[in-house]
């Protein structure tokens, strides 16, 4: 059983003029709660013109406050958390335990599926998505994961396939039916046609296995021709003009996911915050809004590997991506930010350092020391298993419609609620 020390902790009824909703405090302190309230009280039951969603991949609670221990300490917080409204989310799909996909699915399309499912349902028919109905309201649309761009995460907002695998119908989906504004991530692989390298060489001395292995043919190509700017590095991303924005860094994920002991794992070509700042600043120069997903996967792949340090630099990169967010919603309070997770992985939990270990042997023995920011304190992570688990993972939201995301309910709710907060048709 995953311990929660210090977490999930009902705080208080929020009256409500129809409804009262319950908020758990256990990511930000009461006073800057109530802060928080009072500056969102005047405009958080209007409409969000704007959406920033926020997916921590594989992300427990039990990961978010390893990665608050780390990066804030034992009386700091993160930015992901100090958000004035909060819930728990119930992951399983129609398995007790979730994949991505369908996970991803319930978010995006308001569904329960089986694992493996791009938004379709039981039988394998398409589900419309909240980011379908932005782009038909006329907002911009965009997605950004450090993994794959076509990935299970990403993908599930943007497509429709019976099996996440066949990721060169996602792209060509994106670019042909759901028309995303901005992509950006890894999985050149998939974009071009096997024995036509991209950018990033077949066969690289860091995996061998990588490789071009498209089955559409060279959709960098369709793409261009259908008015996206492609950039392959920073220098390029930054430089980038125009309203339609195509960015793969990497032939796979943007990282690499192997044991601990193996080197510096998690560094992205482009970081997640930097990515997430162009995709901010290029769509929101539509002015009828945007809706953007944002996915920090490196935080479910190191725990797929039990690696609580690589874990955690990704999950820092996550919350400085969400600070970039939350400033461009102080300048714009119609902007709606959140931050939540797919499903938790590894089972962890926070345990002091100590000379016996009751966990186990190989990768799933405990892990660490890790240094708590500010304290002259260590902690140890405690891994479970190498697999996804069933456990409730947070949700934290500010601006206009957070409300609607207090309490505790299952993952479709998500869908449902970003519907409402930005009043779209479906």
């Not at 210090?6 to 302190?29: C, E, Q």
């Not at 700042?277 to 935080?299: C, H, P, Q, W, Y």
């Not at 409300?403 to 609620?417: K, P, S």
């Amino acid at each position: 059983m995953i311990k929660k020390r210090g977490m999930l902790i009902l705080n208080a009824a929020i009256a409500l003029t129809t409804v009262t909703a319950l908020t758990f405090a256990s990511f930000a302190d009461a006073s800057s709660t109530e802060r928080h309230e009072k500056k969102s009280r005047s405009h958080h039951h209007g409409m969000a013109k704007n959406v920033i969603l926020f997916v921590g991949d594989g992300m427990g609670p039990g990961h978010r406050n390893a990665i608050r221990l780390a990066a804030a300490g034992a009386d700091g917080e993160l930015a992901m958390n100090d958000m004035p409204y909060s819930g728990m989310v119930h992951t399983s799909s129609t398995s007790l335990v979730t994949d991505s996909a369908a996970a991803a699915t319930a978010m995006a399309a308001g569904i329960k599926t089986y694992n493996g499912a791009i938004s379709v349902d039981p039988d394998k028919q398409p589900v419309k998505t909240v980011l379908e109905l932005a782009e038909k309201a006329g907002k911009a649309t965009g997605v950004v994961t450090t993994s794959q761009v076509t990935d299970a995460t990403p993908a599930a907002f943007g497509a429709h396939v019976a099996d996440r695998s066949s990721q060169s119908d996602i792209a060509k989906q994106y670019l042909e039916n759901s028309d995303i504004d901005v992509i950006l991530g890894g999985g050149e692989d998939y974009w071009y046609p096997k024995g036509s390298a991209g950018k990033y060489p077949d066969h690289p001395a860091k995996d061998p296995e990588e490789e071009s292995k498209g089955t559409e043919g060279n959709l960098v190509k369709k793409a261009r021709k259908l008015g996206y700017n492609y950039v392959t590095n920073q220098k390029e991303l930054e430089k980038a003009k125009g309203d339609k924005l195509l960015g793969l860094f990497a032939n796979e994920e943007m990282f690499e996911q192997r044991p601990e002991g193996e080197g510096d794992l998690y560094k992205p070509v482009v970081p997640l915050p930097e990515m997430t700042k162009k995709a901010i600043d290029t769509l929101s120069r539509n002015n009828k809004g945007f809706f953007l997903m944002v996915e920090e996967e490196g935080i479910d792949e190191m725990s797929h590997e039990n690696n609580a340090k690589q874990m955690i630099k990704a999950g820092k990169q996550l919350d400085k991506s969400v600070e970039v967010a939350k400033k461009f919603a102080k300048k714009h309070p119609d902007t709606l930010v959140l931050v939540t997770a797919d499903h938790g992985c590894g089972g962890i939990s926070i345990e002091d350092v100590s000379n016996k270990d009751e966990s186990g042997e190989g990768i799933s023995k405990e892990d660490g020391p890790i240094k708590a920011a500010h304290l002259d304190q260590q902690f140890t992570i405690d891994w479970t298993t190498s697999g996804h688990s069933a456990v409730d993972v947070p949700l934290t939201a500010m601006g206009p419609g957070a409300q609607l995301f207090a309490g505790v309910y299952e993952n479709t709710h998500i869908h449902d609620a970003l519907i409402k907060a930005m009043r779209l048709k479906q």
